[in-house]
């Protein structure tokens, strides 16, 4: 096989693995927790059933909706899937990654942020919009924690594409990159609700952030929310463990290791959801800018 | 052809004024032939260049030199551009029966005149002369409805806030005059480096007034907020640029300018977006967010002259692309977005009554050309792809790493921005949210269906400006080379093309275009399954009212009280203390911390301390020669 057939094959498994694990990992995630707790779990597939039986069904707008409400979820959906493009799984090249694409992969989840609370508001629903404030605020810490991680790895790979600033080994710099992982962990359990941020599995509408400001979605659309979360969670995983593990020379080894990796990272919730309660609201804030703070000191260390 | 540029422009200038004199439904049609006139003499002078012109004109004139470089030329369309959509508009907006209609619309008419001047002046004193027209006729238009208490305080917080602005700019060119021995601007290398220091600082508070930099934006939300909303538009949207502009212009004259110069602009940049964008969140008034929003753009648009000017004495000249290339962009993408928005302001005002966020709400119904314009400008302003806030903010983005591959410490400018653009979003969901979204929160201020043409026209024409410029982007960043060699003669500029512009574009097409196949494809397949005749869920609650929402000010509260060093509350909240507490109130309000709760209590304390050095002045002659007499025995003494 030729290196630009192999290139474009890596390519397309990419894409593919994007498309159809994410589910995958919140079956991983589920089932860790339940052995935790001593029980035997649901099916490792389950999320897939869930989502193919609310493809099925029929859907319920409120009146008080407009067509944001019904867009929302689909924009959400396509800018978080621009964003895994962005992010290599295994061997760069083939996709859209340009100089200066981090930027565009922050904000494309920003676009989805906008949209979801601008949906949230547009049922008029106090409890959506509860949860739409607490996004935006919680935004406000998550953002400069990834930009001090990107700074981190822009400094260290002298690059400024994703592509290469993930593919590139970095060594000697453990320090930074075991603090910009443990910074970009705490990201991504509050970029995709989990414990001890949210609770997705919560039965009380006023504790919530993510699921109450989807409360009124049905149907095929709330399948495409719940699909597109657990997307930017393979997402945030892939550039977890990208950023953690070292890059292989080979590109299909590599790919073989990441995956392992994003599976590790789902088990890592499911433990770390199992070991620990939610932390109370006010202070989540706290929990977040010292996430922050250890990316900076990351960063700072890079650049010593 | 080069001939017919001056006569175009000035053709311009006098049309705006005519505007100003005639009719509104006259005035706006002249003053779109006024911007074509002006956009056919840019075009010839960018493809052609424009030689300067010298006027020697009678007593006490004199000499008159105007010129336009690509400099000029940048900052011209946005001059021509957005006050004839704000003359279209005020056509329907501004009732032709006002108490100040007449001399609200020749104000309006000659504050795109002398903002030419400005751009064109090649000489301190026509700078300054157009300056001041440009100042006043702001002043004419913000004070339109001066019969409230509140526009007359703003107004003259405004004029004396731009006059201490204009007496630190004739500081500034009396100082380099004194050295260079000419009024013509032209750049001035070789002067002492405390001058350099001396002159730059006046050039940052003249100009910087106008730029909104914190902590002089002090003038700037008061001013915004009461005016007519075509005359917020245009102040918004090109009047803050002339500062912009000045800064711009200062620095080609200082050539020698060090390192700090850059390092103050891009702090005071990363300071000034975080702290106006968090005031924005803040805000309940929708103009004041809005204004705020100004303070936070106009700052990022400063950390891109910063680190251009870094780059510049640094020799860095990707730095100086960069960050020139995304301020100027920057200028442009906030000429079309934020105009935009205040035209929705009116809109809302007029439909509604009130600019109380938290007595809006479910508009979109009643208004929805408005509510799709509006929703467009929230994501454009928000910078958020794929619309045109996205673009100039990237290249800002991109240098910032870029320096900070090379120097380390403009990096955390990154983070900054980072916050600024995660507090635009909430500001942008709050406004889009509370107006149009959701039911009406006060059955008083529900919105009445009142959308004529004269009206939604020039914000389709700006929500359809938003996109179009994310696909042309390929077209003319390349142009913005030229802009860069003004600054910085015989820089490279060959960062411009490290950001594919191109693949940007088509990446931000592409997202659309996808996000609106989808949403088609999967209308088509789910037709037939949806109910639409239901209440939103109330969590089993039975008796849901519209005053039940989450309102404007609780989706921002979190955020205000995160930001507490930037946006320095007023909070009144009681304390629950018995098990069965008496009846109580909360209200909060975020007044601006520099006037508000600075200098308007400083000012108020020196009216009551100062009046009493009044009792030395009585009017007994005897007394008055005592203090001579103690003075000249002081004076023998001290000496």
Known sequence: MTASANALLGTVVDVLALLALPPLLLGVINRVKAIAGGRRGQPLLQPYHDLLRLMRKGMVFSETTTWIFRAAPLVTLVATLLAGLLVPLGGGAGRIGFEGDLVLFVYLFAVGRFFTTAAALDTGSPFEGMGAAREVTWALLTEPAIFFVLLSLATLSDSLSLDTMLLAPATGHVATLVLSAVGLFVVLLVECSRVPFDDPNTHLELTMVHEVMVLDHS????????????????????????????????????????LAGVLGIAALIGVVESATARVRLSRVPNLIAGAALITAVGFLLAVR | MEVLIWPLLVAAALLFVASGLLA??????????????????????????????????????????????????????????????????????????????????????????????????????????????????????????????????????????????????????????????????????????????????????????????????????????????????????????????????????????????????????????????????????????????????????????????????????????????????????????????????????????????????????????????????AISLAGLPPLNGFIGELFIYVGLFRAAQIERWPALAAPALAITGALALLAMVKLHGAVFLGAARDPAHAAHPHEPRAMTAPMTALALACAAAVLAAPLYVPWLAEVVAVLAPGSDTAALTAVPVLTVSLTLAGLAATGLAVALAARRLTRGRSRAAVGTWGCGYAAPTARIQYTASSLSDMATQLLRPFTWPRRAAPELTAALPAPAAFSEATPDPVLDRLVAPAAARAGRVLPRLRSFQHGRVQAYLLYILVALVALLLGV
Do not use: C
């Open chain 1, 219 to 258: 149907g095929p659309l709330f399948g495409a929310i719940l699909y597109g979360a657990a997307m930017k969670l393979f997402i945030l995983s892939t550039f977890l463990v990208r950023l953690a593990l070292p890059t292989l020379d080979d590109p299909w080894a590599g790919r073989g290791v990441a």
């Open chain 2, 24 to 377: 509104a439904r006259v005035g706006r049609v002249l003053a779109v032939l006024a911007a074509a006139s002006g956009l056919v003499a840019v075009a010839l002078a960018i493809a052609l260049g424009a030689p300067p012109l010298t006027l020697s004109l009678p007593f006490p004139l004199g000499r008159l030199t105007l010129g336009l470089d690509p400099l000029s030329a940048a900052f011209l369309l946005p001059v021509l551009v957005v006050p004839a959509l704000g003359a279209v508009y005020a056509s329907g907006y501004f009732p032709a029966d006002h108490r100040a209609a007449r001399r609200t619309a020749i104000a309006f008419g000659l504050l795109p005149a002398a903002m030419i001047g400005v751009v064109v002046a090649r000489d301190a004193f026509a700078l300054l002369v157009a300056w001041e027209l440009m100042a006043l006729a702001a002043f004419f238009a913000i004070s339109a409805d001066d019969d409230q208490p509140a526009v007359r305080a703003s107004s003259w917080v405004y004029l004396v806030a731009t006059h201490l602005g204009t007496l630190a700019l004739i500081a500034a060119f009396a100082v380099l005059s004194g050295h260079t021995g000419t009024l013509e601007l032209a750049p001035a290398a070789g002067l002492p480096p405390a001058t350099t220091a001396a002159v730059a600082a006046l050039f940052l508070v003249g100009f910087g007034v106008k730029a909104g930099v914190v902590p002089l934006h002090l003038w700037l939300p008061g001013a915004h907020a009461n005016a007519p909303s075509h005359v917020s538009a245009v102040m918004s949207g090109v009047v803050l640029k002339m500062g912009v502009y000045g800064l711009l212009r200062a620095a080609t004259l200082l050539p020698d300018l060090p390192q700090e110069a850059g390092a103050t602009l891009l702090a005071l940049g990363a300071l000034g977006a975080v702290g106006g964008a968090a005031l924005a969140a803040a805000q309940s008034d929708l103009k004041r967010l809005l204004a705020y929003s100004s303070v936070d753009n106009l700052a990022i648009i400063l950390m891109g002259v910063g680190l251009a000017l870094y780059g510049r004495a640094a020799g860095h000249p990707d730095l100086t692309t960069l960050g020139l290339a995304g301020a100027v962009l920057h200028v442009w993408n906030h000429a079309l977005f934020k105009p935009l928005m205040f035209f929705v302001a009116g809109s809302v005002i007029h439909a509604t009554g009130t600019r109380d966020l938290d007595r809006l709400g479910g508009a979109a119904r009643a208004l929805p050309r408005t509510a799709r314009a509006s929703f467009a400008g």
